[in-house]
């Protein structure tokens, strides 16, 4: 049903597949091509974002707009934290190696659960971390702006460079290799909501499920601290990854949350893409496009052990229901054929044979 449902929205009413539906369809994803995408990708996101101009002089009137701004909202807590959490060392370290740390680690466990667990949902849910990274270089190419910490006339401390941390950013190996200007937008927020609200969502387990909602606020904690960002670089974020959400939505024609846990099997989306009928499954047992009483191993099919299980109500995995009401002599000659006694309420239509009625050795022939 999940397969029909999502060819009607991808084809036209003349049954034709349009050019990319088959890359609309959610599909099982193979472990080779993940790895060289993200690994691809993310080569492709670093240069591109290395490699914008380092307009220091524009980064720095940026960042003053921002703090007059927050200073106009009374929100300007950002260097009282800072100050506060650099006081507490074990603190500050943690949080230090927290932000250069997790913002890939949990990116990269929850896209490997994902991968394991919710196949189906996975490349729409993918897509939305695809879609919010990439317009992300946008907000950096169009509005360089300093982080906090590398503000000139501000007294917010770089506690990545004063503890010597392992990832500072401020560290000579990586102002190298990192655009130290590109602040807005945050995407250690961008990701950390995208893993909270996929972990808050399709978790089972409460704990993960608070797991989830807690993230994305420490992350937030830890990036003010540090003074890496502006809470407003946080809000950039938020943004990106709605647009990323709205991306794949589109595409798929669902929210990424809402699509099936499993990739549908491809033999009924096939049928349902051709016009043709499938099937309705009449019992839990049946896989989809199985014929009625069919396949290997059912119980009370053609696989199955005879006289086999219930299925859709009849003894005979049939599809047929128990009569209790039946001819009495239909239930001791097993050669019963249609000129058999039939109960006068029957319509007059051949009673069919059931298995358990067959002498052993034999078995009935399905018309």
Known sequence: MNSAHADQGTTDPSGRRRPLD????????????????????????????????????????????????????????????????????WLIVGVNYFYATL?????????????????????????????????????????????????????FIDTGLLHQTWGSLSSESMQTVSNQYAAMPSMHIGWSVWCGLTIAVLARRRWLKALGV????????????????????????????????????????????????YVTAPRAAAASASGSAVPAPAGPHRGPGEAEGDGPGHPGGDGGP?????????????????????????????????DAPRPPDDGGLPRQQRPSEVPAGSRPTRG
């Open 214 to 261: 807690l993230y994305p606020v420490a992350t937030l904690f830890v990036i003010v601290a540090t003074a890496n960002h502006f809470w407003l670089d946080a809000v950039g974020g938020l943004v990106c990854l709605g647009f990323g959400f709205l991306v794949s939505a589109l595409w798929f024609g669902a929210l990424c949350y809402r699509l099936p846990r």
């Open 22 to 89: 088959r890359f609309r369809h959610t599909r099982r994803p193979r472990i080779w091509f993940e790895l060289l995408l993200i690994a691809v990708s993310y080569s492709v996101y670093s240069y591109i974002r290395n490699a914008v101009p380092e307009q220091e002089e524009t980064a720095q009137r940026h960042a003053h707009q921002i703090w007059d701004l927050q200073q106009a909202m009374g929100l300007d807590f950002e260097l009282a934290v800072n100050h506060a959490v650099n006081d507490v060392t």
């Open 103 to 155: 913002h890939f680690l949990v990116t990269i466990a929850v896209l490997v659960w994902l991968f394991r667990s919710h196949p189906g949902r996975y490349g729409a849910t993918r897509l939305v971390l695809f879609a919010t990274t990439a317009v992300a270089l946008v907000g950096y190419y169009f509005y360089p702006l300093a982080p906090p910490r590398l503000m000139e006339g501000m007294d």
């Open 306 to 338: 005879p006289g086999g299980g219930r299925d859709g109500g009849g003894p005979a995995g049939d599809g047929s229901s128990a009569d209790p009401t039946g001819d009495a002599a239909g239930q001791h000659h097993g050669d019963a054929g249609p």
